[in-house]
């Protein structure tokens, strides 16, 4: 049982919090907190405990940096003086209260009049403080409201961790220069992939949502640790912050090495993946593969709507032989097949038919990273079934997607749609029960059966995408054909028997 997860009287289960002593006098003198999660089932309870611990994580932050920030705020001259503990926990309630109340107008769409509520709000408890009218209001819930609504309208979360120790600056002492601008100087210097710059500039911005806009120099471990609990209670998945961390962690190494800052805040943060292997995704076996391959859309022609047309019958078979993501499949172009020559080791001239996979902002296409763009050999067994001449219809016909009977959500998500129709053919029509058997296992099964084939770890990762952050993998922007085309001819999924070409290219 999780520490804290307790189940009461009737099943249901409840977080117990015991509030630190220091922060005690902002909930008026509580020890403990005790939250009803409304629910008897064990899993639900765990994910709204583990998402309510980390709220309450932050909670505990801001009260704590409230009552910090009371300490260094500027005196107000009064008529009558207030003890700081008093201000420490007004401050403390009053910037929960606030972001509560933020976070309900941001959703309703009226941040603009939170905004002006807040400043209208932080003019009163000035006169209130330099007049001693109190309307209601004691001279240190004054103080301390004006503490907490300042550091909201100054910046949502910077007060958080005001009482954070800042990274030292470096020893030569230069100006103190924003994330920003570090992001600005890294765009310019490193000339990254477009794709890369907007998704860190992404990443950025919602780093800066949590704990403000700062510059290099302020941004302490604790930031970053906030930033990962924030990610973690929203929903985001131990493995997606694992990335977004390292990610963000960029532009500090970055800030290293110009000696803006001596260590990355962001080092050896990560969120423990606690799930058991047996809860990961698995490759598709030989038993699922035949019952797969033996449904009615590789065996009896048929081709569902919402399958996409031919994208229901080449897509599984596609994934199994590149380990290509769904995603990179349904929006392949025309012109994204096409024969390469090239050259083996003793210099003799070749070609291989291969397709690509890049980034094209005019024709909607993305890839995860950078380190997805690539071009792999076309395995012979798709060749024989086939799939040059479907290519090749979709180029004579100017189509803007080989897939174009592929249907986009109505938020323009191109494989939403068809990812729902898959997982109901595997589960239903398929019958491969296993619900940790998805789409993506095909991207498991062939670096899977690719081991089981020898190929050399390079060469897999090389057709995958797949980045390590070795040195190794900097092997330039164009992985070296012929190694790809030997490898390729040599990849074979052991007891697997290729369903028959459609009924139009047979």
């Not at 905004?115 to 006169?127: C, S, V």
């Not at 070609?351 to 909607?364: L, Y």
Request: proline share 6%.
């Amino acid at each position: 049982m999780l520490t804290g997860l307790i189940r009461r009287d009737g099943g249901r289960y409840s977080t117990r919090r015991v509030i630190p002593k220091d922060l005690r006098p902002a909930y008026g003198g509580k020890e403990v907190i005790v939250k009803a999660l409304g629910t008897a089932d064990l899993a639900e309870a765990k994910r709204l405990h583990v998402a309510l611990w980390a709220a309450q994580d932050r909670e505990f932050a801001e009260a704590r940096a409230a009552m910090a920030a009371a300490e260094k705020a500027p005196a107000v001259e009064t008529k009558a003086a207030a003890k700081p503990i008093d201000i420490d926990a007004y401050a403390a309630r009053a910037l929960v209260a606030l972001r509560k109340k933020r976070a309900e107008y941001l959703a309703a769409g009226r941040l603009e009049d939170f905004n002006l509520e807040a400043r209208e709000g932080l003019e009163t408890y000035q006169a209130i403080l330099e007049g001693g009218d109190a309307v209601g209001l004691s001279l240190p819930e004054a103080e301390g409201m004006r503490v907490a609504t300042l550091a909201i309208l100054t910046g949502e979360g910077a007060a958080a961790l005001a009482a954070a120790p800042a990274v030292k600056p470096t020893a030569s002492g230069g100006p103190r220069v924003p994330l920003a601008d570090v992001l600005d100087k890294w765009k310019a210097e490193r000339t990254p992939q477009p794709r890369t710059v907007r998704d860190l500039t992404r990443t950025v911005k919602r780093f800066e949502a949590v704990v403000g806009k700062l510059a290099v120099q302020d941004v302490t471990k604790q930031h970053v640790i906030a930033f990962k609990d924030t990610l973690l209670s929203e929903g985001k998945s131990p493995g997606n912050i694992n990335v977004i961390i390292p990610f963000l962690g960029t532009l500090f190494n970055y800030a290293v090495d110009n000696d803006l800052i001596p260590a990355n805040p962001a080092k050896g943060i990560k969120v423990a993946d606690k799930r058991r292997a047996k809860d990961k995704r698995l490759h598709f076996d030989r038993d699922e593969l035949k019952a797969m391959f033996s449904g009615p859309v590789h065996t009896d022609g048929a081709r569902p709507v919402g399958g996409g047309g031919e994208a229901a019958y080449w897509l599984p078979l596609l994934a199994l032989y590149t380990g290509a993501r769904q995603t990179e499949l349904g929006q392949l172009h025309p012109d994204d097949v096409y024969e390469e020559a090239y050259l083996d080791e003793d210099g003799g001239e070749h070609s291989a038919w291969v397709m690509r996979f890049a980034e094209n902002e005019e024709r909607g296409q993305k890839v995860k990273t950078e380190g997805s763009e690539r071009r792999i050999p076309i395995h012979p067994d798709l060749i024989g079934l086939g799939f040059l001449k479907v290519a090749a219809a979709a180029k004579a016909e100017r189509r803007e997607r080989i897939f174009h009977k592929i249907n986009p959500t109505a938020e323009g998500e191109l494989m939403g749609n068809w990812s729902k129709w898959f997982s109901r053919y595997l589960r239903k029509v398929c019958g491969v029960a296993d619900d940790r058997v998805v789409f993506h296992s095909f991207r498991h099964s062939f670096k899977h059966y690719a081991r089981a084939c020898r190929l050399d770890k390079a060469v897999n990762d090389a057709i995958t995408g797949h980045e390590t952050g070795e040195t190794g993998d900097d092997y330039g922007p164009v992985y070296p054909l012929h190694p790809l085309v030997e490898g390729m001819a040599r990849y074979r999924v052991p007891g697997f028997t290729l369903p028959p070409p459609p009924a139009s290219l047979r």
